[in-house]
Each structure stands twice: as C-alpha cells, then as structure tokens.
C-alpha cells in the first residue's frame, strides 16, 4: 500500500498552489517575466503558479526565503544573474549560493539600457558621461539595492567612466522607475523588461542597450559601444531554482513545464516586445542553470572585487 502510494504520489505532483517568489518588487523586469512564465506554467501543471514578490537587499532576502522553505516542490525561486554576483558582493549571505538550492532551468536572458528622467540635459551617452563627471556630487543613480541588475550594470557604468555617483537603492526597480518618471532621481540602467514601454512612449529618455547588437524594438537606441563605452554588455540571465532537496520528481517536472512555457508563443511574443525572447528549450533544465550560475560566480568575481563595493 505504501508503495502505491508513493508511486501514486509522485505522479501526481502538483497537487495544490506553488508559490513562485521574486526577489524583487512587483511590477518590476522580473516580475514581469515571473508572471508570464507562472502563467503558462500554470496551465501546463494544472495548478496555480503564484508569484510572491521578497523584494530587499538586492535579492538575497526572496532568494533566502526560498533557501529555507520546506522542499516539498511547493516554494520556487525566479532569480537572475544577481544570484551569481550576491555571492562575491556579499561578505555574509543567509544561504550558500551554490548548495542551498536544486536547480530547475535557465528562463531568458534580457538586455539592458541606460536611462534617465525625461528632462535631463544630455542627449547622448557621450553627453551623459560628461555631465555625469561634471555633476558627481549631484547626479543620483537609482537601483535595486546590492546584488540587483540595476547595481551590478551601474558599477561597470561608473568603473567605465571612472567616476562615482550617488547610488538610491530601491526594493526593485519597478519603485525606481516610478522615481525615474516623477523626476526624483536622474539615472538607471535597467533591464529592457522594464524600461522598452516607457521608452517607446517618450516618458523615459535612453542611451544605449547594453545587447551586442541594437534591439528591434529599440531601433533608435545606440549599443553602448556605439555610443562609445568599448565593450559594455551585460546580459541579464534568469533562472527557476528550488530548495536543496526538493525531490527529483517535482524538479523534472518544473523543467519539463519551464521548457513548455520557453515553447509557448504567448511568452515568447511578450518577450520579443519587451526586447529579449525565451532560453532556448534545451537550458530549461538543471544542468544548464547550475552550470550558468557557476561560471558567472567565476566571471564576476575579479570583477567585482576591482570594483571593490561589498555589502556585509
Ligand atoms: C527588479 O525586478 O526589480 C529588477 O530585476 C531589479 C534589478 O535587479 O535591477
């Protein structure tokens, strides 16, 4: 009886709600993702995705959240590249970055861009970068606190140009971009999920994408190598991860509905108008994730400790 009841078990998961948290405000770049994956997700798993939003500390507070949930398939974690650089930012993290979690699968990887309120003088990034040197004192940088995209991509903004401004961090950057819009604060760089609509609609004023390339949905926007920021680009990878010891067969079948959702032409038109697009279906899976998040450990190291900025 206990056999089939087991068995019985596993074949049934999920039985009820997951909760799927985001380390960061709702209304925010992943947010935004989270909610369109938990979407398609949902109708794959045949129970409600929930998405709960942990903003703080640049992310570590969502993702201990879920390092000390019970690991029962029920609790999972929509976390992005801040996952590897809160491990080197931060002297003392809640949870062990690379033991505190199973992995489910890689989701999308979104580009950056570097704005500002509408009225700032500047109009391009070589202007930006003189005014910014000009006005150190004054010019206020928004992000999401240590370990955010946003803080990561304001790093590399202020170690390119040599020149450090005055940092507001916020719980996410959806608060931020609220700032942005009201005029309370000058600069952010921010993922494309977060920023293609406002600067489509003028409410924003943009700089460069952080992408290789130009964006569709950004035609206008500069690369900022283009805009004369050699070798800027950063990409903003997200991953679906679970409590360490999470059994096997929920965390195969997360992956398996992660690959439909990657699959699904809802998510993937959402995507394409928010410039970035689905992983491709072969990451959504543990082996691709951990191997991600450990060699972005690895990368953003030396960088981070040149830079020199930790969090205790
Ligand atoms: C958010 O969702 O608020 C962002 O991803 C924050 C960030 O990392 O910049």
């Known amino acids: 009886v206990s056999l089939f009841a087991a068995t019985a078990g596993a074949q049934t998961y999920p039985e009820r709600t997951i909760t799927m ?27 409600q995705v929930l998405v709960e939003n942990v903003g703080g500390a640049g992310g570590t507070l969502g993702a201990a959240r879920v390092a000390n949930a019970e690991a029962d398939g029920y609790t999972v974690l929509l976390h992005h590249i801040g996952m590897a650089t809160s491990a080197t930012l931060y002297r003392k993290l809640p949870y062990d970055t690379l033991n505190a979690f199973e ?7 979104v580009p950056m861009t570097i704005v500002a309120r ?8 070589k202007g930006l970068i003189e005014y910014a040197k000009a006005n150190k004192d004054t010019v206020t940088v928004a ?6 995209a946003s803080h ?16 507001v961090p916020y719980k996410g950057t959806g608060p931020a971009m609220t700032d942005l819009l009201g005029g309370q604060v000058d600069i952010m760089c921010d993922q494309t999920t977060n920023t293609t ?14 992408s290789p390339e130009r964006l569709d949905v950004l035609k206008d926007i500069p690369t900022a190598t283009e805009g004369g920021l050699a070798d800027f680009q950063v990409g903003i990878w997200h991953g679906i991860y679970a409590p360490k010891g999470t059994p096997a067969e929920a965390v195969d079948r997360l992956s398996q509905s992660l690959k439909v959702a990657l699959k699904d032409p809802n998510v ?15 990451d959504a899976t543990p082996d ?16 981070i400790e040149a830079a020199g900025e930790y969090a205790d």
């Open 103 to 109: 992995y489910v699968g890689l989701v999308t990887e």
């Open 152 to 167: 990561l991509c304001g790093m590399l903004f202020m170690s390119a140009i040599e020149t450090p401004l005055v940092t």
């Open 288 to 303: 691709a994730l951990k191997a991600k998040l450990e060699s972005e450990i690895a990368r953003w190291k030396p960088v």
């Open 118 to 125: 509408k009225d700032l003088e500047p109009t391009d990034l």
């Open 268 to 282: 993937a038109a959402r995507f394409a108008e928010l410039g970035t697009e689905p992983s491709p279906e072969a």
């Open 143 to 148: 992000n999401a606190g240590i370990g955010a």
């Open 197 to 210: 609509k406002q600067i489509q609609g003028g409410t924003i004023k943009a700089y460069a994408v952080t």
């Open 21 to 47: 948290v985001v380390p960061f405000s709702a209304g925010g770049p992943t947010d935004t993702v989270a909610r369109l994956v938990a979407e398609s997700m949902s109708k794959d798993l045949g129970q």
